[in-house]
């Protein structure tokens, strides 16, 4: 994953959340328990220790106890699997099951599912084809989503669309998820198979942004497969510049 960071909406000047917010609060910080490295918690992902004193993800950051953090990078947290980094961040000897990594990415996706089902009934989402293409046309989008198996003829129509409004009206491209199958996607919906889907550029964009930039750190959010890979505008990457930046 070596792309550009490219941000849409209320995000385009301060992308990573480190200026202060209307209330004068900066982002948070913690330390990367396997890097050493301090970074805004918006790029880590906490771990707590469960009922039964393993480890367990915090996805919502809202478990109690000791939290511990870790990059939001597929890498990091098999640094901190493999240097036994848990049991130092907790003090205390601290189990990790075999499957952490598999349950902590499994918790990623769902986060970034469910906010498509918000960002729908907030009226903040477009789904099918005609509605997607309708509001390329005439509005800023914050991301598109593309079903992981649907046509390149269908994805390059709302693509250009979109790229053309950017330009037009000189606005961020909105950046591209393709990870979920159409099936996937449908559920998400709460419809039948779902092909092509938009988040528009409002108050669901930032929660997203959040989720999507942690996901990025697990899986392509644009398939290698897609033959049409290099038009499409990868949002996030893990390794995109210093938290400082």
Not at 144 to 169: H, N, P, Y
Request: hydrophobic share 40%; charged share 25%; aromatic share 6%.
């Amino acid at each position: 994953m070596n792309a550009e960071l490219v941000i849409s909406g209320s995000e385009a000047a301060d992308p990573l959340g480190l200026q202060e917010d209307r209330r004068g609060h900066k982002g948070t910080e913690r330390r990367c328990v396997a890097s050493g490295e301090t970074r805004e918690t918006s790029n880590m992902i906490r771990f707590v220790k469960g009922p039964a004193g393993d480890v367990v993800p915090d996805i919502m950051e809202k478990l109690p106890g000791r939290g511990v953090w870790v990059s939001a990078e597929k890498a990091m947290l098999e640094k901190a699997i493999n240097s036994d980094a848990f049991s130092r961040g907790f003090k205390a000897k601290s189990p990790v099951d075999d499957s952490l990594l598999d349950l902590t990415t499994s918790l990623l996706n769902r986060r970034v599912l469910s906010l498509m089902t918000m960002s729908l009934k907030a009226g903040q989402a477009y789904i099918g084809f005609d509605q997607v293409k309708s509001a390329a046309q005439g509005n800023p989008l914050a991301w598109r989503i593309e079903a992981s198996d649907g046509s390149a003829g269908g994805r390059s129509k709302i693509r250009v669309l979109t790229k053309s409004f950017a330009k037009e009206f000189d606005q961020p491209e909105a950046g591209v998820i393709g990870c979920f199958s159409s099936a996937e996607l449908g559920k998400a919906f709460g419809r039948n198979d779902i092909v092509h889907a938009a988040i528009k550029t409002g108050p669901m964009a930032k929660p997203f942004n959040h989720a999507a930039r942690r996901l990025s750190g697990f899986c392509d959010l644009v398939p290698e497969f897609w033959d049409d890979k290099e038009h499409e505008v990868t949002k996030f990457s893990m390794r995109f510049i210093s938290d400082k930046g």
